[in-house]
């Protein structure tokens, strides 16, 4: 099963997909993740992202294309993966559908993660807190940026993926546990 776990920042994808790994052995797939791993390793990547990441921004579809490319391997894709944080323009789930499409594979869900606004400033404030602020982009200046690129680039995918009848939606203002049985139920229904 391949999935995407679709939403604002701070809607909990990662912690819904860290949750289904352990749960259902499928495999996480979070650009921000490799991004962040790539800043911390000091790579040429790694450079030129942070400086995108930290003004809210999106890193360029060619880049980002590339990196889920190389990561659905043959173990990976055997697992089923959770797309987490991609795709988030048009650009890249063109690139997703033929990736996948090249592996004999399609998208079985995409789950979108309702969440309101206004509780995201209050999220990403305690995401920094219990990470000691090692997302330089966890701050409600950034965030406000971030919500606007959502708006403009990645929100109009919802009609795309509506269209072909994939897209199922969970309230996402629940508890961590109730927001992950209602994954649970969209995934074995
Ligand atoms: P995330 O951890 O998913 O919130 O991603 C953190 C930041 O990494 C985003 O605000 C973007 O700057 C960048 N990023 C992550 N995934 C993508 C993507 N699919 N396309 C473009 N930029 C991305």
């Known amino acids: 099963m391949?999935?995407?776990?679709?939403?604002?920042?701070g809607a909990g994808k990662g912690t819904q997909a860290e949750k289904l790994v352990a749960e259902r052995g499928m495999v996480q797939l979070s650009t921000g993740n490799m991004l962040r791993a790539a800043i911390a390793a000091g790579t040429p990547l790694g450079k030129e992202a942070k400086q995108i990441i930290d003004a809210g921004e999106l890193v360029p579809d060619s880049v980002m294309i590339q990196m889920i490319d190389e990561a659905m391997d043959s173990d990976t894709v055997a697992?089923?993966?959770i797309l987490d944080g991609f795709p988030r323009t048009l650009?890249?789930?063109e690139a997703l559908d033929e990736m996948l499409a090249g592996r004999g594979l399609?998208?079985?869900t995409v789950i979108e993660i309702k969440v309101d606004e206004t509780v995201?400033?209050?999220?990403?404030e305690s995401r920094a807190e219990q990470t000691g602020g090692s997302r330089s982009d966890d701050?409600?200046?950034v965030l406000k940026q971030r919500l606007k690129v959502y708006h403009d680039?990645?929100?109009p995918l919802l009609p795309y993926y509506r269209e072909k009848q994939i897209l199922k939606q969970v309230d996402g203002m629940q508890q961590i546990e109730a927001v992950?049985?209602?994954?649970?139920?969209v995934l074995d229904s």
Do not use: H, M
């Not at 391949?2 to 920042?9: A, K, R």
């Not at 995201?120 to 990403?124: A, K, Y």
């Not at 992950?180 to 139920?185: A, D, G, P, Y």
């Open 79 to 81: 697992k089923g993966v």
């Open 120 to 124: 995201l400033f209050g999220r990403i």
């Open 91 to 93: 650009a890249q789930a």
């Open 153 to 155: 680039n990645t929100a």
């Open 106 to 108: 399609a998208l079985d």
């Open 139 to 141: 701050n409600a200046e």
């Open 2 to 9: 391949n999935i995407i776990l679709f939403g604002p920042p």
């Open 180 to 185: 992950s049985r209602q994954i649970n139920e």
